[in-house]
């Protein structure tokens, strides 16, 4: 029976995620600012450029400084969807899954009606096939991550416009990511 609702309330979060359509007047603010997140992550896990820039605002400040060291993010922020979508898409070319939790809105008053932050738990699973497809830890780099975003509704639609994220806590082998041992 627990099962059922969980199967019962995903399509409440995964509307307008596979990138075919992303309609935010089904969606309430809140649900479709997670929404926006959710899309964010699944681009990455789908090496889905197209919709990366859907989610993304075109000035976009991606600060992944706090990973530089493993080729994540650089000594400063990325701005601009130009230069950022070749950058995470081009060092997160092995098998990803990001899985997203503990979501908290904020939606802004009157006056920033069209604003929002979110801060999100993202536990990120990178994996590549280093020697044997399976049991092999040396396969495998997890990361738990917070996301803090600030969010802006652009023609309808809730985008990033820009996206902090820090550590938690990493483990694994950082090869995996890129980088040396």
Do not use: C
Not at 81 to 92: F, H
């Amino acid at each position: 029976m627990k099962l059922f609702h969980i199967f019962a309330l995903a399509p409440l979060f995964l509307t307008g995620t596979s990138g075919t359509t992303h309609s935010p007047s089904a969606l309430t603010d809140r649900e479709a600012i997670i929404d926006t997140l959710l899309a964010f992550t699944q681009s990455l896990d789908d090496k889905n450029e197209t919709l990366l820039r859907t989610v993304t605002t075109t000035n976009i400040i991606f600060d992944g400084t706090l990973f530089a060291d493993i080729g994540l993010g650089g000594r400063e922020p990325v701005v601009g969807q130009d230069a950022l979508v070749p950058s995470l898409l081009g060092v997160l070319t092995m098998p990803t899954s990001h899985h997203l939790s503990n979501f908290r809105v904020q939606l802004l008053d009157a006056a920033h009606a069209d604003h929002a932050n979110l801060t999100a738990y993202v536990l990120a699973h990178h994996h590549k096939l280093l020697e044997e497809p399976r049991e092999n830890l040396r396969n495998l780099y997890v990361m738990a991550n917070r996301y803090q975003a600030s969010m802006v509704r652009d023609k309808g639609k809730w985008k990033l416009e820009w996206l902090k994220l820090l550590p938690v806590w990493q483990s694994g082998n950082r090869a995996v990511m890129g980088w040396g041992v």
